[in-house]
């Protein structure tokens, strides 16, 4: 059984922590699509918090003697999987970063060859004039 104290501390964390997010959502500092795994990691434990009943269940089913430690076992699940899909994320940036740096050069490759025809194309037509 996890103590009042610890309770209501958990259920004070769990609010912060949502109005933080939904806050940082709201200013466009994150988008929706990444903080749906933090939401509802914060949802989980608002939930654990204010229902002990569903962490004891858990706590059961998990063969784990005390809640509290269920609770941190549940937390820590949560974190692996936010680490893994962050990890995904970054990953498929990193591909795109690359992807773009490679067409930002061809690019530029062809752009130096265009100013290159333009002035070349240029010095014939000042060259045609003169004769």
Avoid: H
């Amino acid at each position: 059984m996890i103590t009042q104290r610890l309770q209501w501390f958990a259920i004070i964390i769990g609010v912060v922590f949502l109005v933080m997010m939904i806050e940082l959502i709201r200013k466009n500092r994150v988008t929706l699509k990444y903080a749906l795994l933090w939401l509802f990691s914060g949802l989980v434990l608002l939930v654990l918090a204010i229902f002990p009943q569903v962490l004891n269940w858990v706590a059961g089913l998990i063969g784990v003697y005390s809640p509290v430690n269920a609770l941190f076992a549940i937390l820590l699940c949560c974190g692996l999987v936010l680490m893994i899909s962050f990890s995904v994320i970054v990953s498929g940036n990193k591909k795109a970063v690359v992807r773009l740096t490679q067409k930002i050069s061809l690019l530029e490759n062809r752009i130096r060859e265009l100013e290159k025809q333009a002035q070349d194309a240029g010095t014939e037509t000042a060259e045609e004039k003169k004769e």
